[in-house]
C-alpha cells in the first residue's frame, strides 16, 4: 500500500523560500506511471493544486504560482519536493503531496492517494 | 482557463436524506471529473472519478453522473457520517482545477 508523508518546517519568514518533502513508501517513484503532485488548503478554504513532476523530471504547474515553484524529484531516495519562493502570508496553508495515475493520454488522472498535510505558516 | 462552479455551497438535510450536488465547467471536460469527500480536520478522500465511477471501499448510497459541463453527486439516503466538505475537480488537461466546495451538514 503506497503512502506519503509530508515533511519540513511549519514556520517561514516572508519573502523566504517555502521547502518542503514528499517521502514515498510502499512503492517506487522511478517505476513510472503516476505524477507526484503538491496540493495546499488555506485556512477554511478550498483546495488549490500547485503542480505535479514526473519520475523522469518533467513538471507541470498552476499558472497562478508558477513564477515561484519549483518541484523536483529524488528517486534515489523515493520523495518529491516543493519549493516555493516569496513566500508571504497568503502562502500559509496546509500543502499535501498526492498521486495520480498518468493515463494514456499523458494527462493526470484523479489524486488517489493522499499525504497526511503539514501546515506551514507564514510569520515572521 | 477552465472554471469549476459548485453548488450550493452549503446544504442541511435530514438523515436519510436524498442530497445533490451540482458542479459546472466553464467548458465541456468530457467525463474527467472527480469527486471527494473531506471530512472535519481530514484529508480528502476519493469518491468518484471520470464522473461516475466509484472508487473501490465507498458506500454505494455514492454516485455520480455527468458529462460535458453539467455533472452531479448525490447522496441517495444522508448518514451522519457523510458530514463532510465535497469538491469536485476537472483532469481533462494537464491544468487541474477544484470546485469551490460544498459543504454538507445534517439538520
Known amino acids: 500500500q503506497v503512502q506519503l508523508q509530508e515533511s519540513g518546517p511549519g514556520l517561514v519568514k516572508p519573502s523566504q523560500t517555502l521547502s518542503l518533502t514528499c517521502t514515498v513508501s510502499?512503492?517506487?517513484?522511478?517505476?513510472?506511471?503516476?505524477?507526484w503532485s503538491w496540493i495546499r488548503q488555506h485556512p477554511g478554504k478550498g483546495l488549490e493544486w500547485i503542480g505535479y513532476?514526473?519520475?523522469?523530471?518533467?513538471?507541470y504547474y498552476n499558472p497562478s504560482l508558477k513564477s515561484r515553484v519549483t518541484i523536483s524529484v529524488d528517486t534515489s531516495k523515493n520523495q518529491f519536493s516543493l519549493k516555493l519562493s516569496s513566500v508571504t502570508a497568503a502562502d500559509t496553508a496546509v500543502y499535501y503531496c498526492?498521486?495520480?495515475?498518468?493515463?494514456?493520454?499523458?494527462?493526470?488522472?484523479?489524486?488517489?492517494?493522499w499525504g497526511q498535510g503539514t501546515m506551514v505558516t507564514v510569520s515572521s | 482557463d477552465i472554471q469549476m462552479t459548485q453548488s450550493p455551497s452549503s446544504l442541511s438535510a435530514s438523515v436519510g436524506d436524498r442530497v445533490t450536488i451540482t458542479c459546472r465547467a466553464s467548458?465541456?471536460?468530457?467525463?474527467?471529473l472527480a469527486w471527494y469527500q473531506q471530512k472535519p480536520g481530514k484529508v480528502p478522500k476519493l469518491l468518484i472519478y471520470a464522473a461516475s465511477t466509484l472508487q473501490s471501499g465507498v458506500p454505494s448510497r455514492f454516485s455520480g453522473s455527468g458529462s460535458g459541463t453539467d455533472f452531479t453527486l448525490t447522496i441517495s439516503s444522508l448518514q451522519p457520517e457523510d458530514v463532510a466538505t465535497y469538491y469536485c475537480q476537472k483532469y481533462n488537461s494537464a491544468l487541474l482545477t477544484f470546485g469551490g466546495g460544498t459543504k454538507v451538514e445534517i439538520k
Open positions: 467548458q465541456g471536460i468530457s467525463n474527467y
Open positions: 510502499g512503492g517506487s517513484i522511478s517505476s513510472g506511471g503516476y505524477y
Open positions: 513532476i514526473y519520475y523522469s523530471g518533467s513538471t
Open positions: 498526492a498521486r495520480t495515475e498518468r493515463l494514456s493520454s499523458g494527462y493526470p488522472d484523479a489524486f488517489d492517494i
